[in-house]
């Protein structure tokens, strides 16, 4: 049985269809921002996008 094809990303980071659906899913259910590890798959967005500890800080503000 043949692998599928490598796309040069490492398997656990999310692809750009994962990133698009947690998006829409975000804007659907009204969420005022998306909370991300990863910034780097949600350039521009309508909603902001915060690392977790971007958002602690400004709770903390």
């Known amino acids: 049985m043949k692998s599928p094809p490598s796309?040069?990303?490492?398997?656990?980071?999310?692809?750009?269809f994962e990133d698009a659906?947690?998006?829409?899913?975000?804007?659907?259910?009204?969420?005022?921002?998306?909370?991300?590890?990863d910034k780097s798959g949600?350039?521009?967005?309508v909603l902001p996008v915060m690392t977790p500890a971007e958002f602690?800080?400004?709770c903390a503000e």
């Open 7 to 16: 796309t040069g990303r490492p398997s656990t980071m999310p692809s750009p």
């Open 21 to 37: 659906v947690q998006c829409f899913s975000a804007v659907q259910s009204g969420s005022d921002l998306i909370l991300t590890r």
């Open 56 to 58: 602690l800080a400004r």
């Open 42 to 45: 949600f350039n521009s967005l």
